[in-house]
């Protein structure tokens, strides 16, 4: 196993080392013991319960014994459509045990998980955290076989491809240009803290995590703010199903990842960065380690960067433990100061009262990436990308029944159907933007610009680096109930609205999916998504139910077979048979 | 930092009136000053930042909707809190906490003195318009002195935040997350409180989750919390006028108890004087009190007391259906289930071998549980009426009074206007 990253700010709280403590004892005794949580509860000084807490809220911590291999099959849409199915039960076989359980010998745990960020190369697995891609049945009897005689998943692993499938035409690519260390971060530190802030704002570079926030108003936000010392964070945690844009930036490009933020730090006069790493990813970590010692070497990171004094900068990374709504900037805090990844309130904003209470900006691993890029080529140059109002280009995460999956980088402004073009999309019906809490959209539209011009995305649509493509004999309902059971579980259960209403709504499209809704239920739903996300608390419950009412618009042939009258005033699908079946087994 | 409470006045507007409020101030405090009656459950004044989990408070602040907890009073502020979208939204939210919890009124030691019910009053919840989940939630009854009890808790996290231990350590903490999320004590800690830590605890608590053994909340009836008016000036609209008393056509009526206990039918002979003119003008068809056993005509309306438990039931409430123009279910048995829908977090295997098989009253191997072709079969659970046939109309209460029932079916069956006063819907 590759072991978490133990490096710590000496200021930073002991309490804020959980979850690291909890990984590792993780992987000492294959599960959390009691005994480890009551000694942790001692060394911390705080009650066992919380510690419970803590421990329950994250999927890849176990408090029942796990086994010497820990397999972690995705269960996204992409490896449903790809074989998932195949792959489950030839793994159950070869192992000998059940999901969700472990196998007699205690050698293999089965597991589901929801997307790893692999979605170029399903069937993909994570055993021992390692990542196993493009399964078939008889690789999986392959890698049981290995496994079985004692070969380690780190030897015989893959190394995921990074399947940079389009850049933009004319050398117009930013993320992947020809990079040298250092070079964008010395063009910004000739420049004051406040110019580098007027470059970004003139970029109008906004969150590509998916929000689009205006990237420069929370770096002037935090510049201004007195308190110190001052966190830049980088959201690593790409959770939402379907992207993998970040995986193929921190393995092809970390270093321009950690120049941006070493950038920010110097904008906004922030002495510690720190990368939040989703567990998925734990096998990036090595690589990401070195790129960081490499940085202090060339004096890149730590005191008095490139000769000035007055900046000093150290990065460090902070591994999550698999939980989605962690990607939520505010969850994410709490996550990393080992807590619960609920997200906060927003009567302080993170730039107020962030890590540790302390002024603090959270950006997604593009924005930084290109923040970087941009400083070395110029802003002029990165302008000249993409289109007015909508400069430069994105990545976006390609995948399903497409010729050939993988990263495209494009100039905002291509259409869908351009895109479908390059990609060799087959037969394409359905497709969904920025993953389940996007949008989703019919060939209908496939003339409309992928740009970030369009707040209300009227004309031009927003993309958040996920782009999952259907085909026609993919059947709706199956995808909506894959995207609901997701939000179901990974819903934080803090806000009424989204713990309660994930399951209740969930419930009617099941209803819906079993042929008894009828127009009534289509109009409820309709009322009780709106009540969602309108009430809840962060984006999760807010954007949870968006796609299943896109859909019931923009594929309103398919539901309306769906649907059915109601029958006489009788639920004709009540069936006693079913009703009375626990009872019949004491019939005499 | 407690709420920036600067003295400064400033006006905001709520709902389209102008009013002055110290600039700072929490919104929910600043509306109740100002006599506009804003729901919340989970806020406590003294938190910095407010919880913000129930989101009962949802108000349009400036066109967005917030919770009105997470809203600090700003000059020029407008506000809307009863717009017909918001005063709907607000109730969803907290059907929301009675469709998720296993909330049974009479059998809890904090009815009357319940925040969670009381809102359910002042809100005018009738029935759910969510189905109820039966989730099997836990119950630890481990330590010493306290009881948490999950069936009755709505997450409001107000004892996560406020109930610590003399060595500054929380008691309570959430565990599991999405629809498993729950509320977890500590026993080691819980041992720690000192009698009035722990009284305290559970007073903090909204609903009846948190019990401290031998404190009950009992206090008689006129001297609960929320035995007192409503929080709301003027509740609903006051009864109109008795209407015209020209003669009205006769009308049949049938009436049932499935799996109920009779209590609603108890409370519609229950109409003292009144009887005399409901002989007037109705007539009983297929119903206990007549002891007509089968449809021989048309019905104009069927009254439902209970649920469904058994095939009989079902059988019985098709029957309803078919030969009756409407169907109303009465109580809140017939509406979702009621006390016997308790069992419905429990396999039915298990309530059977707990009754028949392992009953301390049983001598060893002798107990058997009745199978017969006579008798009704079990259901796997409790349905409630409206999961069978279609239901026109619900009466809530257990039982509603009978008052109430009588105004209801008046309206239903000749159009007379009516409406429902604050006490006469508490039913606890």
Known sequence: MISPSTTFFRHEPRRNQLVNELWKAQQRDGHITEQTMEALSRDLDISLIEIQGVVSFYHFFHTRPTARHVIYLNNSIISKIKGYERIREALERETGSRFNTKDRTDTFALFETPCIGLSDQEPAALIDFHPFTNLNVMKVREIIAALKDGKEAADICDQPADHIRYLPPNNHTIFFRPYTAGEGLGRAMVLSPGEVIKIVKTSELSGRGGAFYPTWIKWDGCRKQKATPKYVVCNADEGEPGTFKDRVLLDREPGSVLEGMIIAGYAIGAKYGIIYLRAEYRWLLRKLEATIQQFYDQGLLGRAIRGNPDFDFDIRIQLGAGSYVCGEETALLESMEGKRGEPRTKWYFPVERGYLQK???????????????????????????????????????????????????????????????????????????????????????????????????????????????????????????????????ESCGICTPCRAGNYIIHKKLQKMANGLATQADVEEMRQWCHIMKETSRCGLGKTAYNTPLMAINEFSDYFSEKLEGAGNGMNLKFNMDEAISDYEKYKV | ?????????????????????????????????????????????????????????????????????????????????????????????????????????????????????????????????????????????????????????????????????????????????????????????????????????????????????????????????????????????????????????????????????????????????????????????????????????????????????????????REFRENCDILVAVGECAIWGGLPAMR??????????????????????????????????????????????????????????ASHLWKVIRNILWGEEFSVLYHEFKYD
């Open chain 1, 359 to 489: 002024p603090t900006i959270i950006n997604n691993v593009e924005t930084f990436a290109a923040v970087a890029r941009m400083m070395e080529m110029g802003i002029n140059n990165y302008l000249n990308r993409g289109i007015p109002g909508s400069p430069g280009t994105k990545l976006i995460s390609l995948s399903g029944d497409v010729r050939k999956p993988g990263i495209y980088e494009i100039e905002w402004g291509m259409t869908i159907a351009e895109l479908l073009g390059h990609a060799g999309a087959e037969d394409p019906a359905y497709i969904q933007l920025s993953g389940p809490s996007g949008e989703c959209v019919s060939m209908n539209q496939k003339h409309r610009r992928i740009s970030m011009r369009d707040l209300l995305s009227t004309q031009d649509i927003r993309c958040g680096g996920s782009f999952m493509v259907l085909n026609r004999h993919r059947d709706i309902m199956t995808i909506l109930l894959n995207f609901s059971e997701f939000f179901l579980k």
């Open chain 2, 1 to 317: 930092m407690k709420n920036t409470r600067s003295e400064k006045r400033v006006t905001i507007t709520i709902d389209g009136k102008p009013y002055q409020a110290a600039e700072g101030r929490n919104l929910v405090d600043a509306a109740k000053e100002a006599g506009v009656f804003i729901p919340s459950l989970c806020y406590f004044k003294h938190l910095d930042p407010p919880l913000g989990t129930c989101r009962a408070c949802t108000c349009k602040v400036n066109g967005r909707n917030v919770p009105a907890c997470m809203q600090r009073v700003e000059e020029g502020m407008a506000v809307e809190v009863n717009t017909p979208e918001l005063i709907d939204i607000r109730k969803a939210l907290v059907e929301m906490m009675f469709a998720e919890g296993n909330h049974f009124c009479p059998s809890c030691v904090k009815s009357g003195n319940c925040d969670l019910q009381h809102m359910g009053y002042e809100l005018g919840i009738t029935h759910m318009r969510f189905p109820h989940l039966f989730r099997d939630r836990h119950t630890d009854y481990q330590s010493r002195r306290m009881v948490l009890e999950n069936n009755r808790c709505i997450k409001c996290r107000r004892c996560v935040e406020e109930v610590f231990t003399d060595q500054g350590k929380r008691v309570f903490m959430y565990q599991n997350r999405g629809i498993e999320t729950l509320v977890g004590i500590d026993h080691e800690q819980e041992a720690l409180l000192t009698e009035a830590q722990a009284e305290a605890a559970m007073n903090l608590c909204p609903t009846g989750a948190i019990v401290v053994r031998g404190k009950r909340v009992a206090k008689p009836f006129g001297l609960r919390s929320f035995d007192q008016q409503s929080e709301q000036e003027d509740y609903g609209i006051r009864w109109s006028a008795n209407g015209d008393r020209s003669p009205r056509e006769k009308k049949m009526v049938a009436t049932v108890s499935l799996a109920g206990c009779f209590g609603c039918h108890m409370s519609l002979l229950d109409i003292d004087e009144e009887i005399l003119d409901l002989v007037d003008l109705v007539e009983f068809h297929k119903s206990p009190l007549t002891d007509i056993k089968r449809f021989t005509q048309r019905c104009d309306l069927g009254i439902v007391e209970g649920g469904c438990c058994n095939t009989e039931n079902i059988e019985t409430l």
């Open chain 2, 344 to 401: 419905n977090t429990i396999p039915l295997g298990e309530c059977l071998e707990e009754a028949f098989i392992n009953a301390q009253t049983n001598d060893e191997g002798e107990g058997r549980v009745p199978y017969h072709e006579d008798l009704p079969k079990l259901l796997n659970r409790v349905y409630a009426c409206n999961e069978i046939v279609k239901i026109d109309y619900l009466i809530p209460g257990c039982p509603p009074s």
